[in-house]
């Protein structure tokens, strides 16, 4: 029985997939890997969560997390629309700021240089500062080029909780909840430089429970600056809202039972060398967790926001969406992974299919582990055969992807992949809905192999157009009439 | 019965038939094994008590914390057994998903320490299961804990096989039912019993409960989470069957609405599982079988958990003057009042203002001279009748205008003549410059 993890995949990109001959030129004319883009998917992912603000009568800004993804076209497509853009590094403030974005809508996150900090301050975007030191180096920046005052963000961690003792990942961003003040007093003291407008917070999980408990942290310190007299009016509750993306919950369930079987040796092992992302066997047991993105997520995105703003408050006992709007607070959030869902792909060709003498299967593809990070984020989830004439036996085949690196740990994916049909060698295989995080995080150019191009793919006159990604801007010109 | 102290009464609990009009089986006895009547309320005592007991003389000497890793029936009765003992008690959980249950530990005394939720993006290097965390924190603090390892303790199985057991093949004359099913938490009970049961007859047949994978249902394990459990032999069980938290909740309904049994829904889904399985075998058998469950704990506990899968459950007859009767056409028929004109109004001392916001909300910021009744507060009042005259005229505020203008509706309805809403709410009131104080 095949284990599939086949991904979910909406009509748009579906159509996308259907044009298997674009794809293939595509391939041929730009090599592989190619990373596809489709930025006009940006607009309805923004929809979502403004339409939860509206649910909650809620006012603020949806910063998407650039990190998630390099491209020029995501970039330029959002600027078109009313979204916000979070930076973490110089280049993509540059860049930000090149797309069309107005400093309004930029919010500088993350560790910062000296650099970073001038163009912050410079281009008037908002900061949210890491620490007390960032803060006095902004302050003295600002005083000694004569800036105009910045807004700032204070970005908390470590929030304690009541009662029972919630424990949170430790966290290398932020300052203590408990010394808060000093932050406070910091921004007092520069004044004139620093104009303190909210708070934030971002926690490295995907449990309701704790981030109740930080986002309360953050209404406390609010309270902390009113009692002060500073009048910040925004509480930013970061990311991590996550994607569903698979399209079938019970294939997830069948295959982690399977894996958990196969790790105890209760059936033959669907990884390469026995890898059991996390558990091990211990004495016929099953020891650790399993270290895997929880790639079939049904509350996720929009619906996560909807869930977290309607979970009570544990000591103010009211939910957090009613708590900010009685309290007049804007909502800030920094969305990367699921502001992408659906909105690219990585194509891959076929180098080679070969059988094993001990029975396995092997896909050699003309891309390595870094191009298509599925397995560094864990995620698991199934290519898309694109088949450019037929397919090259009756399926399905279970196999392993081999990467382009010389590299014995360069495995696309440690894991047995089932596909409902066998390639041949040219054939591509799509990896979809890897927009976010998962198409050029980490791509590098280890051994010489060239880092993918890009593609932008955008529906005008009623048909799927494409340019090179730096070549897209939000503007399509439609064809002459004959 | 006169005891020196309650973990005396722990065991020897009834075994109690079941009417066949209830179960429907024609030539299978179905008996009910009511561990839910142990004194700390549940079938943990009697491992609970059993693994901490020989270790108790020690830890008292040395005033040692007593540590599970539980989210349950084993860390309330841990919590009693050290309190007891005069020892403070910490459990460890990754995630203790029914609040009542969080909150009665907490009166018990207990400490509660939550693991942090799944990672959103993922750390390869980072493998720490909740048990090799919890082991960490011993090794960290020197000593100092007295950890009953419940899911490892072979002492867990040992209340059962000496207590338990043994309890039922009495209650039966002597001889070991044909039938014994149970649900798979620990493993420790359903191994313990079924050992018991087998060196009296091995052809007991034994069923194993897991709950369905999606689904979750306290104090028992998915067919995932079961290869976690150190107790757990797949070897004991003739076969495993998977129940849904809506087979738990049907039986747990069951057995509190037919049989006299408040059973919470590890039992009810004992009770459904048993009869499921049992159903299928009915039919072909020609002679008399008898078979046992086990009731797990109480019903009490889980009023959350059942609100939250059964509302319906749980309906009662609307209140009067209730906002949700308020309709939309009753909304625009309210009368609301513009930020200038409210400022003037209230200059000129014209009537009263009700705040609606949450407490903590109000005593930020507010208007000069309001008062607050956060919402909920005020359609609590409301049920009763108007909180204030008929000739006191009344603004209301909230933050977007939305709700005050329902409330303001609603008020109109009950004769009220002079009640208004605020316009845009305290936020378009912020917004136009308007003074907002703090005492």
């Not at chain 1, 055969?385 to 081999?402: D, E, N």
């Not at chain 2, 700390?40 to 040395?62: C, H, I, Y």
């Not at chain 2, 009700?354 to 919402?375: E, K, T």
């Not at chain 2, 208004?420 to 912020?430: P, V």
Request: proline share 5%.
């Amino acid at each position: 029985m095949p284990l599939y993890l086949s991904p979910r995949i909406d009509p748009t990109v579906q159509s996308v997939l259907d044009e298997t001959t674009l794809m293939a030129q595509l391939s041929d004319a730009l090599g592989s890997p190619l990373g596809v883009v489709l930025p006009q998917q940006l607009t309805g992912n923004v929809a979502a969560f403004r339409s939860i603000f509206s649910a909650h009568r809620l006012s603020g800004q949806i910063y998407f997390a650039h990190k998630a993804n390099r491209s020029s076209a995501l970039v330029r497509e959002l600027a078109a629309t009313d979204a916000g853009i979070d930076v973490a590094s110089l280049a993509e403030l540059q860049h930000a700021l090149g797309a069309g974005f107005v400093p309004q809508r930029i919010m500088a996150t993350g560790p910062k240089n000296e650099e970073f900090l001038w163009l912050a301050a410079r281009s008037g975007i908002t900061v949210s500062a890491d620490s007390v030191g960032e803060l006095a180096t902004l302050a003295t920046l600002v005083t000694k080029w004569s800036l105009p005052r910045v807004r700032v963000m204070a970005r908390l961690s470590g929030f304690a909780s009541t009662g029972a003792q919630l424990n949170s990942r430790r966290s290398r961003f932020g300052v203590s909840a408990a010394a808060a003040s000093e932050v406070f007093d910091v921004i007092e003291k520069h004044a004139d430089a620093l104009d303190l407008v909210g708070v934030a917070f971002h926690l490295d999980t995907i449990g309701l429970p704790e981030k109740a408990v930080a986002l309360e942290g953050c209404l406390v310190a609010l309270d902390e600056c009113r009692r002060r007299g500073l009048r910040p009016w925004s509480v930013d509750i970061g990311g991590g809202f996550g994607v569903d993306y698979l399209a079938d919950g019970t294939q997830w369930e069948q295959y982690t039972s399977a894996l958990t079987e196969a790790v105890l040796g209760r059936r033959a092992p669907l990884t390469w060398n026995g890898h059991g992302y996390g558990l091990r066997a211990e004495g016929g047991h099953v020891r650790g967790s399993l270290n895997l993105y929880p790639a079939h997520r049904p509350l996720s995105g929009p619906a996560y926001l909807d869930r977290l703003l309607r979970t009570t408050s544990p000591e103010l006992r009211r939910p957090l969406g009613t708590l900010l709007l009685d309290n007049m607070y804007e909502l800030h959030l920094e969305p990367g992974r699921a502001l992408l869902d659906q909105c690219g792909l990585v194509l891959a060709s076929v180098l080679e299919v070969r059988d094993e003498a001990n029975g396995d299967t092997i896909v050699r593809l003309d891309c390595n582990a870094r191009d298509v990070s599925l397995e560094e984020h864990g995620v698991l989830m199934d290519p898309v055969v694109v088949h450019r004439t037929t397919s090259a036996g009756p399926g399905p085949v279970g196999v392993y992807l081999f990467g382009n690196l010389c590299l014995e740990a360069d495995l696309i994916t440690r894991r047995k992949v089932f596909l409902p049909s066998r390639p041949r060698t040219g054939d591509l295989l799509a990896f979809v809905n890897t927009a976010g995080y998962l198409m050029d995080f980490s791509a590098t150019q280890a051994l010489r192999q060239p880092i993918g191009r890009k593609a932008a793919l955008f529906r005008n006159d009623g048909a799927w157009r494409w340019c090179l990604d730096e070549q897209y801007w939000p503007v399509h010109h439609r064809a002459e009439a004959p | 019965m006169r005891f020196e102290t309650m973990t005396d009464a722990i065991g020897n609990t009834p075994l109690v038939r079941i009417d066949p009009a209830v179960h429907g089986l024609r030539n299978i006895t179905l008996y009910a094994k009511m561990e839910l009547l142990n004194p700390f309320g549940s079938l943990k005592d009697r491992a609970a008590w059993n693994m901490a007991r020989p270790l108790l003389t020690q830890a008292v000497e040395r005033g040692d914390t007593v540590v599970e890793l539980s989210s349950g029936n084993t860390a309330k009765a841990l919590a009693v057994i050290a309190g007891m003992h005069g020892l403070s008690f910490r459990s460890v959980t990754n995630r203790m998903k029914v609040a009542e249950i969080k909150d009665l530990l907490l009166l018990l005394g207990a400490e509660i320490d939550e693991l942090p939720g799944q990672a959103e993006c993922l750390d390869p290097t980072d493998t720490d299961d909740p048990l090799t965390r919890m082991y960490h924190r011993l090794a960290e603090s020197g000593g100092g804990y007295l950890h009953t390892d419940q899911y490892f303790n072979e002492l867990n199985v040992d209340a059962h096989l000496n207590g338990t057991g043994p309890e039922i093949v009495k209650d039966l004359d002597g001889r070991a039912p044909d039938y014994f099913i149970a649900c798979v938490g620990t493993a420790g009970s359903s191994t313990g019993v079924a050992t018991a049961l087998r060196q009296h007859n091995p052809d007991v047949r034994v069923v194993g409960l897991v709950a369905h994978k999606s689904d979750f249902i306290p104090g028992i394990r998915t067919i995932d989470e079961v290869h976690e459990v150190g107790l757990f032999d797949p070897d004991v069980y003739d076969t495993v069957e998977t129940i849904t938290a809506d087979d738990a909740i049907d039986g747990l309904l069951t057995l509190v609405r037919r049989c006299g049994t408040l059973a919470g829904p590890t039992g009810g889904g004992a009770y459904q599982g048993a009869v499921r399985h049992l159903r299928a075998i009915d039919a072909q058998l020609t002679e008399h079988r008898t078979a046992v469950f086990i009731v797990c704990d109480r019903v009490e506990s889980y009023m959350s958990y059942l609100r939250e899968r059964r509302p319906e459950l749980f309906g009662r007859p609307p209140r009067r003057n209730s906002l949700r009767t308020v309709t939309d056409a009753d909304v625009r028929r309210a009368a609301t009042m513009q930020v200038a004109e409210a400022e003037r109004w209230i200059a000129e001392g014209r009537g009263l203002v009700v705040d609606l916001r949450s407490p903590f909300a109000y005593q930020a910021l507010h208007i000069d001279g309001s008062i607050n009744i956060v919402d909920e507060l005020f359609a609590e009042l409301l049920h009763g009748g108007l909180p204030f005259g008929r000739r006191q005229p009344v603004l209301l505020v909230c933050p977007v205008g939305e709700k005050s203008a329902r409330y303001a509706a609603l008020l109109t309805r009950m004769g009220h003549p002079d009640a208004r809403s605020l316009d845009g709410g305290i936020i378009a009131w912020r917004d136009a410059g308007a003074e907002l104080v703090r005492d």
